[in-house]
């Protein structure tokens, strides 16, 4: 038998008790509407909005101050939420600077892009990432957009123009990640039309003949698994370029090239797989040390950009940005 004493406790405690269920079963619910997105937990005091422009680094890219977007940007509904489209870039020369129209780049839904640009010596970055590059909630779908902008730029000069794409650091720190690198002249008569440019197989892009290279490949080295990449650029001797990169990463006993673009701007080396579409892939990566070097005119300052691309297992793979660095030809 339960006493009148306990019986009366535990009346008195059955309102705090449903206010207690019913906060555990709402929290249970799914969330209403057709976008359904999830939320990043943390001490919102560390959570910071977009990017420092004056002291922005996206990894890989020079440092320093990049300007944001100073002309409108036209962003297109979602067009593809299966994204099969692969990405591409047109570049058109115009009066004040050159047009970028960017088609099919994937950034999640209804998420509100912007660009940042930076003109170093005659190359021109170009990044579209999103208006919030730290937010707390996202969306669980991606999709497709295309962009148009015009980028202002001193006329009379022949420009090395490359795009990225940068996704947002929810879950993590983003990468920019190269669509298109392409030369083209601002002013004159080389205005008319426009240049499509993109990635090439081989991991460089296709705007001039590429060049395979040797590449020397240190073994696996697992003890620097997590380790960043560390690039050298030099002129070791007389009309020749080495790189050095360490702790770059690809799939375990993986043999490693890499690809040579020249420009009148810049050369451009990609680290990628001899074997860019293996049907079997080891369920391993490593680190590995890689050098390779090429010839380059006496006394020329050259602007190098390196750059890692994946083999395309299980889907097609772009180059990503490691290091640019400039060198004075021995």
């Known amino acids: 038998m339960i006493s009148r004493e306990v019986l009366l406790k535990i009346v008195r405690l059955l309102p705090m008790m449903t206010g207690v269920i019913g906060l555990s079963v709402a929290g249970c619910l799914p969330s209403k509407g057709g976008d359904e997105r999830v939320k990043q937990h943390g001490d919102e005091k560390q959570a ?4 420092n422009l004056d002291t922005a680094n996206f990894i890989g890219l020079p440092e320093g101050k ?3 977007a100073i002309s409108d940007l036209n962003q297109s509904q979602c067009l593809d939420p299966t994204l099969n489209a692969k990405p591409s870039v047109v570049l058109s020369a115009n009066n004040t600077g050159v047009t970028v129209d960017a088609k099919s780049l994937r950034f999640r839904c209804d ?19 999103p208006q919030e590059m730290n937010p707390r909630e996202v969306s669980r779908c991606d999709c497709s957009y295309n962009f148009s902008t015009n980028v202002p730029l001193v006329t009379g000069r022949k420009y090395l123009v490359s795009v990225y794409r940068q996704g947002d650091n929810y879950g993590g720190a983003s990468k920019p990640e190269l669509i298109s690198s392409g030369n083209i002249s601002v002013g004159g008569s080389s205005n008319q039309g426009g240049s499509e440019v993109g990635i090439g197989q081989g991991g460089a892009p296709n705007t001039e003949e590429s060049t395979e290279l ?7 080295q697992m003890d620097k698994v997590g380790s960043s990449p560390v ?7 007389s009309q020749t370029i080495s790189i050095d990169v360490k702790n770059l990463s690809f799939r375990c006993d993986q043999a490693v090239l890499a690809t ?11 680290f990628h797989p001899k074997e860019m579409n293996p049907k079997t892939v080891a369920k391993c990566d490593c680190p590995y040390d890689l050098s390779t070097t090429f010839p380059a005119s006496a006394g020329s300052k050259v602007l190098v950009k390196i750059f890692r691309q994946a083999d395309n297992n299980p889907s097609p793979s772009s180059p990503v940005s490691i290091a640019v660095k400039e060198v004075i030809v021995k």
């Open 48 to 51: 910071t909005s977009g990017i």
């Open 260 to 270: 040579l673009t020249n420009s009148a701007e810049a050369s451009v080396v990609t």
């Open 214 to 220: 040797a590449v020397k490949q240190s073994a696996c």
């Open 231 to 237: 690039v050298t650029v030099q002129s070791p001797s």
């Open 66 to 68: 990049w300007s944001k």
């Open 111 to 129: 998420q509100k892009v912007t660009y940042s640009a930076r003109v170093d010596d005659g190359s021109v970055h170009v990044v579209f990432h």
